[in-house]
């Protein structure tokens, strides 16, 4: 395998969870000093792995082509994801009144339904 490869392997599947997973916790500390809130966390969660998992789809598909691993990510992205997200919207919707925060993830929430699919054809494109 050329060191390039074994570079972008690190990269892909070791710094960009670890990015992702590093900024999920940093935003919990800074919403957890002004909103106490397990629900809060848990769409956080959900919104970060969402598109923490369309990333890694579309830089695996740049990079390596399509696999069955990808063909995997892909239907959560399309079958479970959306609703997820759509509910995520929806009682960030009912919530934003409480904290600025629910409306930012009920945002990300929504928008994911227009993002997902531009970057899925985006990736059938390439």
Request: zero cysteines; hydrophobic letters at 60%; glycine letters at 8%.
């Amino acid at each position: 395998m050329p060191a390039l490869q074994i570079l972008q392997t690190i990269i892909v599947f070791l710094l960009v969870p670890a990015a992702g997973v590093y900024l999920y916790l940093r935003s919990l500390q800074k919403i957890n000093r002004e909103v106490e809130d397990f629900v809060m966390e848990i769409h956080l969660l959900v919104v970060f792995a969402n598109y923490g998992v369309l990333l890694l789809l579309f830089l695996t598909t740049v990079l390596w082509g399509w696999s069955g691993m990808s063909s995997l990510g892909a239907f959560y992205l399309i079958l479970v994801a959306p609703i997820m997200m759509l509910y995520i919207a929806y009682k960030g919707e009912k919530l934003k009144s409480e904290s600025g925060y629910y409306m930012v993830v009920a945002k990300a929430g929504g928008y994911y339904i227009v993002i997902a699919p531009l970057i899925l054809v985006l990736m059938s494109v390439l």
